[in-house]
């Protein structure tokens, strides 16, 4: 007999994997440049300022060693293998996180597997293993005319699956940029137990605006969790002018740390007991009407039918 799915019980967030005591988190707001080389010791020694400044998780950007463009991506990409050390960039990120014993939610490079290509986000943990990798599973597609319009979907291809991910400094759901305009993923992972949701992401002049730091403010105060993102720095010579503002918001959608347009390593601290607290104060999950309305987490559905 098939399981019965009960999205209201996987709902309740499961307890902290282990207690984490309050750290730093930097996000590293970086230039990127047409030189892939000087991006990957620029994105380095960022990493390294942001480690001498105590932190214990580094964001990186959106498209952070190339230019955000469907010509640059083909050109750029790189092969992931499952170790994440064998490609210029990952092996950086790997290096580097195992030399400073950090964890690093590597923003995004353009990845190729096979005759594809995908944007993804690697974590390392501080022991410089792989231990996620996520493709940009909902690309992004707009034409406002006379305004914005790129279509990733020329090159890229979507991922397939939402990434959750436990490392020393918490359970961290994964989206890059556009997958933050889709509520329910962001559901999935506070069903799923996560503490902080990382989108690296490289919002624009016309959607930046209006929409980056609301749809942080409001993943983290539907799910009452952490947001963290991290944008390149703007370049108004470029073909894609990203709009910065790298920000950090707590669980109850307050700003705790952002920055403007130029490059920048903001650092800021992430109190897990604060989920806690917002979570006492206001009890959603106890109020939520799932005799009305349910979310279903379609991977869980189908692991649990498998059963
Ligand atoms: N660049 C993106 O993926 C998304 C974006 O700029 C937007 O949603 O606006």
Same mark, same amino acid.
């Given at each position: 007999?098939?399981?019965?799915?009960?999205?209201?019980?996987?709902?309740?967030?499961?307890?902290? =994997?282990?207690?984490?005591?309050?750290?730093?988190?930097?996000?590293?707001?970086?230039? !990127?440049?047409?030189?892939?080389?000087?991006?990957?010791? /620029?994105?380095?020694?960022?990493?390294?300022?942001?480690?001498?400044?105590?932190?214990?998780?580094?964001?990186? =950007?959106?498209? %952070?060693?190339?230019?955000?463009?469907?010509?640059?991506?083909? !050109?750029?990409?790189?092969?992931?293998?499952?170790?994440?050390?064998?490609?210029?960039?990952?092996?950086?990120?790997?290096?580097?996180?195992?030399?400073?014993?950090?964890?690093?939610?590597?923003?995004?490079?353009?990845?190729?597997?096979?005759?594809?290509?995908?944007?993804?986000?690697?974590?390392?943990?501080?022991?410089?293993?792989?231990?996620?990798? /996520?493709?940009?599973?909902?690309?992004?597609?707009?034409?406002?005319?006379?305004?914005?319009?790129?279509?990733?979907?020329?090159?890229?291809?979507?991922?397939?699956? =939402?990434?959750?991910?436990?490392?020393?400094?918490?359970?961290?759901?994964?989206?890059?940029?556009?997958?933050?305009?889709?509520?329910?993923?962001?559901?999935?992972?506070?069903?799923?137990?996560?503490?902080?949701?990382?989108?690296?992401?490289?919002?624009?002049?016309?959607?930046?605006?209006?929409? %980056?730091?609301?749809?942080?403010?409001?993943?983290?105060?539907?799910?009452?969790?952490? !947001?963290?993102?991290?944008?390149?720095?703007?370049?108004?010579?470029?073909?894609?002018?990203? %709009?910065? /503002?790298?920000?950090?918001?707590?669980?109850?959608?307050?700003?705790?740390?952002?920055?403007? /347009?130029?490059?920048? !390593?903001?650092?800021?601290?992430?109190?897990?007991?604060?989920?806690?607290?917002?979570?006492?104060?206001?009890?959603?999950?106890?109020?939520?009407?799932?005799?009305?309305?349910?979310?279903?987490?379609?991977?869980?559905?189908?692991?649990?039918?498998?059963?």
């Amino acid at each position: 007999m098939a399981s019965v799915y009960k999205p209201d019980q996987a709902r309740v967030p499961p307890a902290l =994997p282990f207690p984490i005591p309050p750290f730093k988190i930097a996000l590293c707001q970086l230039s !990127v440049t047409a030189d892939k080389e000087r991006n990957i010791a /620029h994105a380095r020694k960022a990493i390294e300022e942001a480690a001498a400044k105590g932190a214990e998780l580094v964001l990186l =950007p959106e498209i %952070w060693n190339s230019p955000y463009s469907n010509d640059s991506f083909p !050109v750029y990409a790189e092969e992931i293998d499952a170790g994440g050390d064998a490609s210029p960039s990952t092996a950086m990120l790997s290096e580097v996180a195992r030399t400073l014993q950090i964890t690093i939610v590597g923003g995004s490079i353009p990845e190729r597997c096979g005759d594809r290509l995908y944007n993804t986000c690697c974590v390392f943990g501080k022991d410089g293993k792989l231990k996620a990798k /996520h493709r940009k599973i909902h690309l992004f597609d707009i034409d406002i005319p006379g305004k914005i319009t790129f279509q990733e979907s020329k090159t890229l291809t979507a991922g397939e699956n =939402p990434t959750i991910v436990d490392t020393d400094v918490g359970r961290i759901g994964i989206g890059i940029c556009y997958d933050i305009r889709f509520q329910e993923l962001a559901t999935v992972y506070a069903s799923r137990g996560a503490h902080l949701l990382c989108y690296p992401g490289a919002f624009n002049m016309t959607t930046g605006p209006l929409h %980056w730091e609301l749809l942080q403010r409001a993943r983290a105060a539907d799910n009452q969790l952490y !947001v963290a993102t991290c944008s390149p720095a703007r370049d108004t010579g470029s073909g894609y002018t990203a %709009w910065g /503002h790298s920000t950090l918001v707590g669980p109850f959608g307050e700003v705790l740390a952002t920055t403007d /347009h130029e490059e920048a !390593v903001v650092i800021s601290e992430i109190d897990y007991s604060q989920m806690e607290l917002r979570r006492a104060n206001l009890p959603l999950e106890k109020q939520r009407r799932g005799d009305l309305y349910q979310l279903v987490d379609v991977q869980r559905l189908n692991s649990q039918s498998t059963k």
